[in-house]
């Protein structure tokens, strides 16, 4: 059983598109996040869900609009995909988080390619 | 503002040979530290932490890594790699209290030959 799985693995698409990736988690976490890692492998949080609130929101363009249905779900919706979107986005899921550590789960990632 | 700095993007050695990891961050707020590895089309996976206690940690498949208050680093090591372990390797940090947010190095591709 996947753990966290994302759908697609893989995305091609052209610039001025608009794609969503979707992420779900089996493990009954409460906590969901969006990670980008760009061409030089730089790893960097995006977005962060519990309990469906937002509580995390780093510098990330409003073309990114992330939307969490249920605790087991997190998607990211791109609207107006540029040329710099071309990235590997992860979702990760945990219990909590917060002021206690709780491992952190990724799923295996979403090659997303603009053309 | 925090960072994590690998400066080894790459580092070959022969299977069985032992290999170090660099890792070096920077903060000016008490952290907690983690390594991660990356096999080529997954996501990462937690090989070992240091939250507290001994600064020697043990993590999986015999990696082991040391943290160095006074030169801020978080070397990791394995004293005999296997060629299973190429892989992209990841250092990242968490603030005191605030373990939703991870730092992240920018990587280390370790490559195993025979």
């Known amino acids: 059983d996947t753990a966290v799985s994302q759908t697609p693995k893989y995305l091609v698409t052209q610039m001025g598109n608009d794609k969503s990736i979707k992420c779900e988690q089996n493990?009954?976490?409460?906590?969901m996040y969006w990670y980008k890692q760009d061409s030089k492998k730089f790893l960097k949080i995006m977005f962060s869900?519990?309990?469906?609130?937002?509580?995390i929101n780093e510098t990330v363009p409003n073309r990114f609009s992330p939307k969490s249905p249920d605790k087991a779900h997190l998607n990211l919706h791109i609207n107006s995909l540029e040329l710099g979107d071309s990235a590997v986005y992860f979702c990760?899921?945990?219990?909590?988080?917060?002021?206690?550590?709780?491992?952190?789960?990724f799923g295996p990632g979403t090659r997303l390619t603009v053309l | 503002a925090q960072s994590v700095t690998q400066l080894d993007s790459q580092v070959p050695v022969f299977e069985e040979a032992p290999v170090e990891l660099r890792c070096n961050y920077s903060?000016?707020?008490?952290?907690?530290l983690f390594w991660y590895v990356q096999y080529p089309n997954q996501g990462l996976q937690l090989l070992l932490k240091?939250?507290?206690?001994?600064?020697l940690v043990k993590g999986i498949n015999g990696f082991e890594a040391e943290f160095n208050k006074s030169q801020t680093s978080f070397h990791l090591r394995k004293p005999s790699v296997h060629i299973s372990d190429t892989a992209e390797y990841f250092c990242?940090?968490?603030?005191?209290?605030?373990?939703?947010?991870?730092?992240f190095g920018s990587g280390t591709k370790l490559n195993v030959k025979p």
């Open positions: 990760a899921s945990s219990q909590g988080g917060g002021t206690s550590y709780n491992e952190q789960f």
């Open positions: 493990l009954g976490h409460d906590t």
């Open positions: 869900y519990n309990n469906k609130e937002l509580i």
């Open positions: 903060s000016s707020v008490s952290v907690y």
């Open positions: 240091y939250l507290s206690g001994s600064t």
């Open positions: 990242a940090v968490t603030l005191l209290y605030n373990f939703n947010k991870f730092y």
